[in-house]
């Protein structure tokens, strides 16, 4: 949930005399609208031939895009645009008994399952990514330092080993996720969850609720999949590597050791089971045809004969490329496997996303075929391909590799590390949405890629197969049609198109050559919720009432049904204050007005289910709690502070049936209207600094108290 502490670092506008638009105005605006109009023809006409070339394959992208290696090979250089010099982050780990039903999501309703019967298997992620964060150098046991919170919970292997069921999974993270107060303080968008199956968050019923603005740590990027809305959006959340058998990522002695390739006895190989897949069944069908080319044995994963681990890598080495078609889910592990035993990996999965691919050049070290043209066609291609070159790609995978090993923090170059690299991008991106303002930057995505999902490109396409059916990386190199679409291609690439340059620095002339104190208006407002005036004209007394108009846009939310209105009355001169849609909370935070010399009112909205998952659509005040509860619960994220010993009056108020619960607080100087209606809470806040509270109390009071849902 957003607070009112927040804002303390975002002052409000000052108020000033408007410029007047003269003639000049009008004239200057109009010829800069022309000198930019016909600038940005003739850049458009150079892009075609410069800017936007597919690149050939033995074109590397920009050595500042991605990562480097020491000529040691002993130490990795992360790019520093967007990621910065250093790591610096710190994270809170929360304890198994701090939260009362963390222990169900992490040992089961009996607590009998180990961890170290989860940490086994494809999902093992879960708990390696916790055990390592635990002992972690980035770890910070001061919640109020934190950077970023680490929700610990092994739901996938809790389910499979029959620890919990689906609806008991959704309950206790409810449960759990209620008795945060720094997770509703920042809606959730500060706290790391990891699924790491192909679920993904779905694992987690109510996740587009709840988790709908936190970070997800998944090997799924799968927004395909059978279910109506994908719970992985690549604004805020990250790919993670699947969890491959230690046994094949340590620094000594492996399982097995890869063999020359020359004596491979198979072009390439896919080992798995077909599930009915259409691009597996594909695959056994090509491997009777052209069996001294493809091996697709019958694997048996249970019995007498159940394939081990050490028979498995043999296969998985026999080739030199390894077939990873999509399954259930678009990602495979046999995908990470590959480079352990220097097999080319061929991914045949469309909507497969990889890990850490804004730093990872995977044109270099796979293959990316389209899954509609599976058959001779791709053995073909394969075929043609020559030893030379299958070495180079082996030589960049064995550096790269190593990325996908969940190997201890000590190791530079590991799974664990680069994951941190990847949380400290998102929280440069989280210092810039809590400002409200975007900055045009080469190191940071454009706030039009929030809704927008970014598709993946083909790492090596053969001449003549088309392109319908591949799925398009971000990378140095975007299609025209993309660029002019998308900034976070154009940024990806290193540096805004000449089109959107011009753009925008029209933009920042016009608002400081054109019209001064206007311009920044102008500037934000693609970035600020709609607005619908609903504010009377001054009664006898000079007080008008805000109603909240019907079509007002913002604060709907996941889920939500359209709000009911509210009321409140202010004195005249009291203005509404822009909501960003950046503003710390997003949507919670519904509307803001401000006097500069008076004060300063937020209005508060949250989903009541957030609190409790037995509350249903006529939600009421009581059913969330007494007042003492619900100050106790809510107060700290107004004022940013325990509210022990701060509630000077507290007092319960009825009007019309509905509840209201009342406080005042000192230090600081607030007051908080709370109740209930429909589907959520509603908190009206008024709050001023010590000055504003001297002069105006009775004021700020009235408002406080005129506060209706109607």
């Not at 080993?161 to 959704?170: A, H, Q, R, V």
């Not at 930057?441 to 090596?460: A, T």
């Amino acid at each position: 949930m957003a607070t009112i502490h927040s804002s303390k670092t975002r002052p409000f506008p000052s108020h000033h005399t408007v410029t007047p638009c003269t003639r000049t105005h009008q004239i200057g605006a109009l010829a800069l609208v022309i000198i930019t109009f016909f600038l940005t023809r003739i850049f458009d006409q150079s892009l075609n031939s410069s800017s936007f070339s597919i690149p050939t394959s033995g074109q590397y992208r920009s050595k500042n895009d991605v990562i480097r290696f020491s000529d040691s090979g002993g130490s990795i250089f992360w790019p520093q645009r967007g990621y910065g010099t250093h790591l610096s982050l710190k994270i809170y780990v929360y304890d198994e008994n701090e939260i009362d039903g963390l222990k169900h999501l992490l040992y089961g309703r009996d607590r009998k399952i180990s961890p170290d019967s989860c940490v086994k298997g494809q999902w093992g992620t879960q708990v390696k990514i916790h055990r390592m964060l635990l002992q972690s150098r980035f770890r910070t046991r001061k919640k109020e330092e934190a950077d970023l919170f680490f929700v610990p919970a092994y739901p996938k292997c809790v389910r499979v080993m029959g620890g919990l069921n689906d609806k008991e999974i959704n309950q206790t993270y409810v449960k759990v996720l209620s008795q945060m107060p720094y997770f509703r303080l920042s809606g959730g968008r500060n706290h790391i969850f990891v699924f790491p199956s192909g679920a993904g968050a779905h694992l987690f019923k109510s996740w587009a609720t709840y988790l709908n603005r936190s970070i997800i740590l998944t090997p799924e990027g799968d927004r395909t999949d059978k279910r109506d809305t994908s719970a992985f959006n690549t604004w805020k959340d990250i790919i993670i590597p699947g969890n491959i058998d230690d046994g094949m990522t340590t620094h000594g002695s492996r399982i097995v050791e890869s063999l020359p390739l020359s004596k491979r006895k198979h072009l390439a190989n896919y080992l798995g089971r077909a599930q009915g897949k259409v691009g597996r069944l594909r695959l056994i069908e090509l491997s009777k045809q052209y069996p001294e080319k493809l091996e697709c044995p019958e694997l048996k994963f249970s019995g007498p004969d159940k394939l081990g681990k050490k028979e498995y890598f043999e296969h998985l080495r026999n080739a030199k490329f390894c077939l990873a078609p999509r399954g259930e889910s678009s990602w495979t592990l046999r995908f990470y496997e590959s480079f352990f035993v220097e097999c080319i990996p061929v991914i045949l999965s469309d909507q497969a996303e990889l890990p850490f691919q804004n730093v990872i050049d995977y044109s270099q070290i796979s293959i990316k075929w389209p899954s509609t043209h599976i058959g001779t066609e791709l053995l073909d291609y394969l075929e043609s391909i020559p030893d030379k070159d299958i070495e180079e790609m082996i030589a960049r995978g064995q550096k790269i590799r190593c990325l996908f090993a969940y190997t201890p923090e000590s190791d530079s170059c590991s799974a664990f590390n680069a994951i941190m690299w990847e949380l400290q991008r998102k929280k440069f991106l989280f210092g810039w949405e809590e400002m409200g303002t975007f900055v045009y930057s080469s190191s940071c995505l454009s706030w039009k890629n929030l809704s927008r999902q970014m598709n993946p490109s083909h790492h090596v396409v053969p001449r003549g197969v088309p392109e319908k059916g591949c799925s398009r990386i971000k990378s140095a190199v975007c299609s025209k049609e993309d660029a002019r679409m998308n900034r976070d291609c154009e940024i990806s690439a290193g540096s805004l198109n000449r089109r959107s340059a011009i753009i925008s620095g029209a933009s920042l002339i016009s608002s400081v050559l054109l019209f001064p104190g206007e311009g920044s208006a102008v500037i934000k407002q693609g970035l600020l919720a709609g607005r619908v005036p609903g504010l009377s004209e001054p009664d006898e007394e000079g007080w008008r009432t805000y109603r909240r108009p019907d079509d007002k846009s913002g604060g709907h939310g996941v889920g939500w049904s359209p709000m009911i209105p509210y009321t409140f009355s202010v004195p005249d001169k009291w203005e509404e204050v822009p909501v960003s849609i950046a503003d710390l909370g997003g949507t919670e935070i519904d509307l803001r007005f401000a006097n500069p010399k008076e004060g300063r009112v937020i209005v508060i909205v949250a989903p009541v289910k957030r609190f409790s998952d037995e509350i249903g659509e006529e939600a009421t005040i009581e059913q969330i709690g007494p007042p003492d509860k619900v100050i106790s619960a809510f107060g700290p994220e107004v004022i940013g502070e325990n509210v022990e010993g701060k509630v000077l009056r507290s007092e319960v108020a009825e009007h019309e049936g509905r509840t209201y619960y009342q406080f005042e607080l000192e230090p600081p100087h607030v007051m908080i209207t709370a109740t209930a209606a429909g589907n959520r809470l509603y908190l009206f806040n008024v709050t001023g600094n010590g000055l504003q509270w001297k002069r105006y109390y009775k004021d700020l009071r009235k408002i406080a108290e005129s506060f209706r849902v109607v």
